[in-house]
């Protein structure tokens, strides 16, 4: 079972860009067959998956979320990372990190709460 | 307004059985495996269940999948003060090319 602990900034100014990495231990980043997965959650509401990297770099967003994120690997440190840019008050969730298959993540890092506010 | 639907909230009492619905569409749950987690309060997601109907190892059996066309079923038997908590289904989208989620049902135990 992969361990999966998010880091980065709890608040972000509105149109800068949120940027949080996500430390993998008990497995490798690159492990075949693996999705490295990014969802998040606004207070009191439910899940909005984010989009993935595959193990081998190729990566697949929300259609939603396009235009402004990136998720990218280190293999050298074992992480992968999401950047969201140009954030508003409606980006203000917790952000999950987490792996497994395309869709259905089975290991989950803790949460980090990330709120955009001036 | 999600995708997937579910019951804003089911309740029962402890040792009673629960089910929990999702109902989506041919693009999603007609045409793929569905995945159930528990999210207890404070907590990350946890998988449920896998595949309809699958249980990672370390899931009690009073857990249960169904999937039966475009909807989805979550059991739950000898329910417990501990299994109060939001569950989710979710899925591939095949239309919209994303994994989609349930807006999350809310069980309590009486």
């Known amino acids: 079972q992969v361990q999966l602990q998010e880091s980065g900034p709890g608040v972000v100014k509105p149109s800068e860009t949120l940027s949080l990495t996500c430390t993998v231990s008990?497995?490798?980043?690159?492990?075949?067959?693996?999705?490295w997965t990014w969802i998040r959650q606004p207070p009191g509401k439910g899940l909005e998956w984010i989009g993935y990297i595959y193990y081998s770099g190729s990566t697949h967003y929300s259609p939603s979320l396009k235009s402004r994120v990136t998720i990218s690997l280190d293999t050298s440190k074992n992480q992968f990372s999401l950047k969201l840019s140009s954030v508003t008050a409606a980006d203000t969730a917790v952000y999950y990190c987490?792996?497994?298959?395309?869709?259905?993540?089975?290991?989950w890092g803790q949460g980090t709460l990330v709120t955009v506010s001036s | 307004q999600s995708v997937l639907t579910q019951p804003p909230s089911v309740s029962a009492a402890p040792g009673q059985k629960v089910t929990i619905s999702c109902s989506g569409s041919?693009?999603?749950?007609?045409?793929?495996?569905v995945s159930w987690y528990q999210q207890l309060p404070g907590t990350a997601p946890k998988l449920l269940i896998f595949e309809n109907n699958k249980r990672p190892s370390g899931i009690p059996d009073r857990f249960s999948g169904s999937r039966s066309g475009t909807s989805a079923t979550l059991g739950i038997t000898g329910l417990q003060t501990g299994d109060e908590a939001d569950y989710y289904c979710g899925t591939w989208d095949n239309s919209l090319s994303e994994v989609v989620f349930g807006g999350g049902t809310k069980l309590t135990v009486l």
């Open positions: 008990g497995g490798s980043v690159s492990s075949f067959y693996y999705y």
């Open positions: 987490a792996s497994g298959l395309a869709s259905r993540p089975s290991d």
């Open positions: 041919r693009s999603n749950i007609g045409n793929n495996y």
